[in-house]
C-alpha cells in the first residue's frame, strides 16, 4: 500500500485524479478503479469531479468511487436484513430503554438506519475500534452506569441472533471477513482520507489491498481530528512501505504557514514531512473581537473549539446585519427567502409555483386578515400550476395587495426575522445568497477554506483536560483553513485557551 501525504491545500484529490487519468489513458476500464472515500462528500467529490473530466456517466462508469461504508453495503447489506426503525422500536420496549431514535444514513448508496443513542454509539464505537466494550466505557464520558450498558448491549445482541439482523458494524465486520469472497478485482484503488480510517475499517482496506493490483491510501496524519470517533491514525502513520509527500499548498500563505508549522512541530506522533506556502505572503493579526474586523467583502470562516462558543459570535452578526450560515444551516431559512422572493415576484407581475405560495400564505394571517377563511392551505391538485397575484385574489382568498411591502403583507413573520432581515437589506447585502460568512467549529470545516479565517481559541474543559496530539491536530486544522489572513482572537481566559 504505497502512501500519499497530502498537507492542506496541496491538492490531494486532483494528484489522484491525475493516477485516475493515466490509468484510463493506459487502458484500465473505469469499472477496475476504486476511489474509496471517508466521507461521502469527498466520495461524491471526486465521482462528479472524474465524471465531468473524464467525460464518464457516475453510475455506469464509476461505480466503485463511494465511501468504504457504501461498499460494503453493496457487497454484504443488501444480501441481509438489516435492522430498521421498527426494530429500534420493538427491542425498545423489550427492555425498557428507548433507543428508537434512530437516523437514516445521508448516503444515497446506503439503506441502513441506526440509533442515536449513547449506549449503542459506545457499543459500535467499541466494535470499530476493536477493543472490549467496559475498556471503551472506562474511558467515555457516557452518564449510564456499567451495569445498563452491559444489560443493553447483552440484550441488543440477543435480538439480533433471534431476528436474524444485522447493524452497520455487523455489516462492516462481515464485510472484513469475506471481502476476498464478495469484493471484485481492482486493477488500481485509492482509499483517500486514510487517517480518519478505524481499526475495523483499516481490515477492509487491507483486504482490498490483497485483492487489488495497486492502492494507494492517501491523507494527512496532522490533520487526524477523528480520534474521538474511532480513527486509528497511527496505523496510517505506521504503514509499511513507500510514501509520497506533496510538496506545495496552493492554499496556506507564507505568514500562516509559519503559525501552522510552529503548532504541528508540538505533534508528537506524526509522519515527518514538510511542504512550501503559497508564495503571497498573507497576514496574521491577534485581535480581541470581531468589532476589529471589516466582514463586508471576502469570505470568512468564522472557527471555534465548540459549537456553544459560536452562538454570542452569530447574535452579534445579527445585530450587524450580516449574511451568514451556521453548521450548513443559513441564518435566514430557505423558507423565508422563497416566501419573500415570492411576495416581491408576484408585485412585478410573475407567476409563483405551488411550493412558493404555501410558504407565503404560511407567513400571512387566515380568517380573511390576509387569507379568507379555508383558503390557508393549498390542494394536491394544485401541485402543477402556476399562480399570479390576481389569480391568488381571485380564486385563493388573498386579501393582500402590491401595494403592501412583504413585511407588511407576510404579517405572521417574526418580528425578529424582519428586523434581521431589513438589517441586511440596509447593509446592501442580498438576504437570498450564497453567504459569503460561514461559522462553524473547527470539526465541521475540515475540508474548507476562505480568504479569512477568524480562529477562537478558548477549550472546553474537557478538551483542555485532553491537551496533546489530538488538540494540535484541531487547532492545525484551524489555522489550515486560511487563504489569505488569519485573525487569532485573544482568549476569555488565557488559561483556558490553546496557545498559538
Given at each position: 500500500?504505497?502512501?500519499?501525504?497530502?498537507?492542506?491545500?496541496?491538492?490531494?484529490t486532483?494528484?489522484?485524479?491525475?493516477?485516475?487519468?493515466?490509468?484510463?489513458?493506459?487502458?484500465?476500464?473505469?469499472?477496475?478503479?476504486?476511489?474509496?472515500?471517508?466521507?461521502?462528500?469527498?466520495?461524491?467529490?471526486?465521482?462528479?469531479?472524474?465524471?465531468?473530466?473524464?467525460?464518464?456517466?457516475?453510475?455506469?462508469?464509476?461505480?466503485?468511487?463511494?465511501?468504504?461504508?457504501?461498499?460494503?453495503?453493496?457487497?454484504?447489506?443488501?444480501?441481509?436484513?438489516?435492522?430498521?426503525?421498527?426494530?429500534?422500536?420493538?427491542?425498545?420496549?423489550?427492555?425498557?430503554?428507548?433507543?428508537?431514535?434512530?437516523?437514516?444514513?445521508?448516503?444515497?448508496?446506503?439503506?441502513?438506519?441506526?440509533?442515536?443513542?449513547p449506549i449503542?454509539?459506545?457499543?459500535?464505537?467499541?466494535?470499530?475500534?476493536?477493543?472490549?466494550?467496559?475498556?471503551?466505557?472506562?474511558?467515555?464520558?457516557?452518564?449510564?452506569?456499567?451495569?445498563?450498558?452491559?444489560?443493553?448491549?447483552?440484550?441488543?445482541?440477543?435480538?439480533?441472533?433471534?431476528?436474524k439482523?444485522?447493524?452497520?458494524?455487523?455489516?462492516?465486520?462481515?464485510?472484513?471477513?469475506?471481502?476476498?469472497?464478495?469484493?471484485?478485482?481492482?486493477?488500481?484503488?485509492?482509499?483517500d482520507?486514510?487517517?480518519?480510517l478505524?481499526?475495523?475499517?483499516?481490515?477492509?482496506?487491507?483486504?482490498?489491498?490483497?485483492?487489488?493490483?495497486?492502492?494507494?491510501?492517501?491523507?494527512?496524519d496532522?490533520?487526524?481530528?477523528?480520534?474521538?470517533?474511532?480513527?486509528?491514525?497511527d496505523?496510517?502513520?505506521?504503514?509499511?512501505?513507500?510514501?509520497?509527500?506533496?510538496?506545495?499548498?496552493?492554499?496556506?500563505?507564507?505568514?500562516?504557514?509559519?503559525?501552522?508549522?510552529?503548532?504541528?512541530?508540538?505533534?508528537?506522533?506524526?509522519?515527518?514531512?514538510?511542504?512550501?506556502?503559497?508564495k503571497?505572503?498573507g497576514?496574521?493579526?491577534?485581535?480581541?473581537?470581531?468589532?476589529?474586523?471589516?466582514?463586508?467583502?471576502?469570505?470568512?470562516?468564522?472557527?471555534?473549539?465548540?459549537?456553544?462558543?459560536?452562538?454570542?459570535?452569530?447574535?452579534?452578526?445579527?445585530?450587524?446585519?450580516?449574511?451568514?450560515?451556521?453548521?450548513?444551516?443559513?441564518?435566514?431559512?430557505?423558507?423565508?427567502?422563497?416566501?419573500?422572493?415570492?411576495?416581491?415576484?408576484?408585485?412585478?407581475?410573475?407567476?409563483?409555483?405551488?411550493?412558493?405560495?404555501?410558504?407565503?400564505?404560511?407567513?400571512?394571517?387566515?380568517?380573511?386578515?390576509?387569507?379568507?377563511?379555508?383558503?390557508?392551505?393549498?390542494?394536491?391538485?394544485?401541485?402543477?400550476?402556476?399562480?399570479?397575484?390576481?389569480?391568488?385574489?381571485?380564486?385563493?382568498?388573498?386579501?393582500?395587495?402590491?401595494?403592501?411591502?412583504?413585511?407588511?403583507?407576510?404579517?405572521?413573520?417574526?418580528?425578529?426575522?424582519?428586523?434581521?432581515?431589513?438589517?441586511?437589506?440596509?447593509?446592501?447585502?442580498?438576504?437570498?445568497?450564497?453567504?459569503?460568512?460561514?461559522?462553524?467549529?473547527?470539526?465541521?470545516?475540515?475540508?474548507?477554506?476562505?480568504?479569512?479565517?477568524?480562529?477562537?481559541?478558548?477549550?472546553?474543559?474537557?478538551?483542555?483536560?485532553?491537551?496533546?496530539?489530538?488538540?494540535?491536530?484541531?487547532?492545525?486544522?484551524?489555522?489550515t483553513?486560511?487563504?489569505?489572513?488569519?485573525?487569532?482572537?485573544?482568549?476569555?481566559?488565557?488559561f483556558?485557551?490553546?496557545?498559538?
Open positions: 500500500m504505497f502512501r500519499i501525504f497530502g498537507p492542506p491545500g496541496t491538492g490531494k486532483t494528484t489522484l485524479l491525475n493516477k485516475v487519468d493515466k490509468a484510463l489513458e493506459k487502458g484500465i476500464p473505469s469499472t477496475s478503479i476504486a476511489f474509496l472515500a471517508f466521507t461521502r462528500k469527498a466520495a461524491y467529490e471526486a465521482k462528479e469531479r472524474a465524471a465531468t473530466r473524464f467525460s464518464l456517466d457516475p453510475k455506469e462508469d464509476l461505480p466503485y468511487f463511494r465511501t468504504l461504508h457504501s461498499l460494503a453495503f453493496s457487497m454484504i447489506g443488501r444480501q441481509n436484513s438489516l435492522m430498521q426503525k421498527e426494530d429500534f422500536d420493538e427491542l425498545s420496549q423489550k427492555i425498557g430503554y428507548s433507543l428508537s431514535i434512530a437516523s437514516v444514513s445521508d448516503d444515497e448508496d446506503l439503506g441502513t438506519v441506526t440509533s442515536d443513542h449503542l454509539r459506545l457499543i459500535n464505537l467499541a466494535r470499530s475500534k476493536k477493543v472490549g466494550l467496559r475498556q471503551e466505557y472506562d474511558i467515555s464520558d457516557i452518564e449510564h452506569e456499567w451495569h445498563e450498558v452491559d444489560y443493553v448491549d447483552r440484550a441488543y445482541t440477543e435480538f439480533k441472533q433471534t431476528r439482523v444485522i447493524d452497520f458494524t455487523d455489516m462492516l465486520e462481515k464485510f472484513a471477513k469475506e471481502a476476498m469472497q464478495f469484493c471484485p478485482h481492482f486493477e488500481l484503488c485509492f482509499l482520507e486514510a487517517q480518519d478505524s481499526p475495523l475499517q483499516w481490515d477492509i482496506a487491507h483486504k482490498i489491498d490483497q485483492i487489488s493490483n495497486r492502492m494507494y491510501a492517501a491523507g494527512d496532522d490533520q487526524a481530528i477523528y480520534r474521538w470517533a474511532g480513527a486509528d491514525v496505523h496510517f502513520i505506521e504503514l509499511d512501505g513507500a510514501a509520497e509527500v506533496l510538496e506545495q499548498s496552493f492554499r496556506v500563505p507564507l505568514a500562516v504557514h509559519s503559525i501552522a508549522e510552529n503548532i504541528s512541530s508540538r505533534i508528537n506522533s506524526r509522519f515527518p514531512k514538510s511542504y512550501l506556502p503559497r503571497e505572503k497576514g496574521v493579526q491577534r485581535i480581541y473581537g470581531l468589532e476589529e474586523i471589516d466582514l463586508s467583502q471576502g469570505t470568512w470562516l468564522i472557527l471555534a473549539q465548540a459549537n456553544y462558543m459560536l452562538t454570542p459570535v452569530a447574535e452579534s452578526l445579527k445585530s450587524g446585519g450580516y449574511l451568514f450560515e451556521r453548521n450548513g444551516h443559513r441564518s435566514i431559512s430557505e423558507k423565508i427567502s422563497r416566501a419573500i422572493n415570492g411576495w416581491e415576484q408576484l408585485r412585478k407581475g410573475k407567476e409563483v409555483d405551488k411550493t412558493v405560495a404555501q410558504a407565503i400564505y404560511d407567513y400571512m394571517s387566515g380568517n380573511g386578515k390576509r387569507i379568507a377563511r379555508g383558503f390557508k392551505q393549498f390542494k394536491e391538485l394544485d401541485e402543477e400550476k402556476m399562480f399570479d397575484l390576481a389569480t391568488l385574489q381571485l380564486h385563493y382568498g388573498l386579501n393582500a395587495d402590491d401595494t403592501m411591502a412583504w413585511f407588511d403583507a407576510m404579517d405572521k413573520m417574526p418580528k425578529l426575522d424582519v428586523v434581521y432581515i431589513t438589517a441586511v437589506l440596509r447593509r446592501g447585502e442580498k438576504f437570498n445568497a450564497t453567504p459569503r460568512i460561514s461559522l462553524s467549529t473547527i470539526h465541521g470545516a475540515k475540508g474548507g477554506e476562505a480568504d479569512n479565517v477568524v480562529l477562537y481559541t478558548d477549550l472546553t474543559t474537557a478538551a483542555l483536560n485532553q491537551m496533546g496530539d489530538d488538540m494540535h491536530r484541531v487547532f492545525y486544522v484551524g489555522v483553513r486560511t487563504k489569505d489572513q488569519l485573525f487569532i482572537v485573544e482568549p476569555e481566559d488565557a483556558r485557551s490553546y496557545q498559538i
